[in-house]
């Protein structure tokens, strides 16, 4: 599993039990057809909507970590947060939903660092028969990698002597 998508998967499951989303399920994004027709009960989908780097430096490189040397980069991320509810919640159940997002990911202590929210407008899903909403999470993260003396086996030595090269 990639960092990027534990990130996702961490939030499926922070959101998961966060007051406010009682009765809600949450999950990462789904294809158009796999969401439930007719919709029961409010669904949260977690997906990408952006990812950026920020350069820090001149290089990646971060220093060493018990004998291993870590690179890393801080990444904006930008998580979509698909909403819909029953058509009988009409599109006050959206915003419902999207009030107790920001109370879970703004306020409420958390290790994410969401820093901004926003949300679209709500719209009707005919196909699922119910009201939908996306929104949006703005955060960083640093995603890192460390490799060890193990991971590199080969070695290219190139010496220069009186302007000619030999390897």
Do not use: W
């Not at 977690?46 to 290089?59: A, D, I, P, Q």
């Amino acid at each position: 599993m990639t960092q990027l998508t534990q990130i996702k998967e961490d939030m499926v499951r922070y959101l998961s039990g966060c007051s406010g989303l009682e009765g809600t399920s949450v999950t990462s994004e789904y294809k158009a057809r796999y969401k439930p027709v007719p919709l029961t009960r409010p669904l949260v989908a977690v997906g990408f909507e952006s990812l950026s780097v920020e350069r820090g430096g001149f290089s990646d490189y971060m220093g060493t970590v018990e004998g291993d040397s870590v690179s890393g980069r801080q990444v904006a991320i930008t998580l979509r947060l698909d909403i819909a509810v029953p058509k009988n919640q009409g599109g006050s159940g959206c915003h419902a939903v999207f009030e107790s997002l920001c109370q879970g990911l703004l306020v409420t202590p958390n290790s994410f660092g969401v820093t901004g929210m926003r949300c679209r407008e709500v719209t009707y899903d005919k196909e699922a028969g119910g009201f939908v909403l996306t929104a949006t999470a703005s955060m960083t993260a640093l995603l890192t990698t460390r490799y060890s003396e193990e991971n590199f086996t080969d070695f290219v030595i190139t010496v220069k002597e009186k302007g000619a090269t030999v390897s």
